[in-house]
């Protein structure tokens, strides 16, 4: 029998269902709630992704502003910009689309966002807190994982989860948020010796690698649930993610696909958060 497949893109529509009468109560004490996105360049993929992000904004009754600064543009500049949106009472989310130009170091730019406004989760104040489980905001791919489980009815507690990817934006973070629901986990990555042995092993398999294709049937456990964050292009120009999706359907129980699958809900997670933002700076 075929996994029964995760429609990310569902799942978020009920996540903006649920923030709909959390914006209109904001609205009633004249607030609304704002995301500013700094961007750098051109980048036909960056542009994607915010306008995406903006288009979620306005769906959900929420201010957008977009920010464009110049590829060559220079650190002090980059940093003026994120002042400027930390002192602004209508913005109380920023974001920095990554990948950063190569002059920029994506540390001191992404770290000069307050922790109050840093609703991707990046700052080291809220990745730090995730070790005691009071981030103040979860970062949102990881989160969309977890979302997505509970939506699916996976059982956390209690459950083997591998993850494949050990990155600050994801692998990392996944790891912790899924020891904070109660799930015993291995962090796996792409130089680890003999790795389907321990993919075999888990319940819950997470691959945040970057490899097209790098999980395959024969290294799943029947049964097993299968969030793919990958987002990669094949040779074919093609958007795939790090799990074979045709041939591990077959022996997964869960499984999301790509596109469609962790990427709406880790824009319906950063909409939360911003939201969530707008009600912590109104004292609610």
């Not at 990745?127 to 996976?154: I, K, Q, W």
Request: glycine share 10%; proline share 6%; aromatic share 2%.
């Amino acid at each position: 029998m075929s996994a029964t497949v995760i429609d990310g893109a569902a799942v978020a529509q009920q996540i903006y269902s649920g923030l709909s009468s959390r914006v209109r109560r904001l609205a009633a004490r004249g607030i609304k709630p704002g995301l500013a996105a700094v961007q750098f360049g051109d980048s036909a993929a960056s542009q994607v992704y915010v306008r995406n992000k903006m288009r979620a904004c306005a769906a959900a009754g929420l201010h957008s502003e977009v920010h464009h600064l110049a590829a060559d543009c220079p650190a002090p500049v980059a940093l003026e910009t994120i002042a400027r949106l930390n002192a602004s009472p209508a913005i109380h989310g920023i974001l920095v689309q990554l990948p950063l130009p190569a002059q920029l170091d994506a540390n001191l730019v992404t770290q000069a966002i307050v922790p109050e406004k840093d609703v991707d989760g990046f700052n080291w104040r809220n990745l730090g807190a995730l070790l005691t489980g009071r981030a103040a905001f979860e970062p949102c791919t990881p989160r969309a994982v977890v979302a997505l489980l509970e939506h699916a009815g996976v059982r956390l507690e209690g459950s083997h989860a591998v993850i494949v990817g050990r990155s600050t934006i994801v692998g990392k973070p996944a790891a912790l948020l899924l020891l904070n629901h109660g799930a015993t986990v291995t962090v796996c990555h792409t130089r680890t010796r003999d790795l389907p042995r321990h993919t075999r092993e888990a319940d819950i398999l997470v691959a945040a690698a970057g490899r097209p294709g790098l999980i395959t049937a024969s290294m799943v456990r029947p049964g097993a649930a299968v969030i793919d964050v990958g987002i990669n292009r094949n040779a074919a120009g093609k958007l795939v993610g790090d799990v074979d999706f045709a041939g591990v359907r077959e022996v997964a129980g869960w499984i999301t696909p790509v596109p469609g699958g962790v990427g709406p809900m880790t824009v319906a997670m950063l909409i939360e958060n911003t939201v969530l933002a707008a009600e912590r700076g109104a004292g609610l």
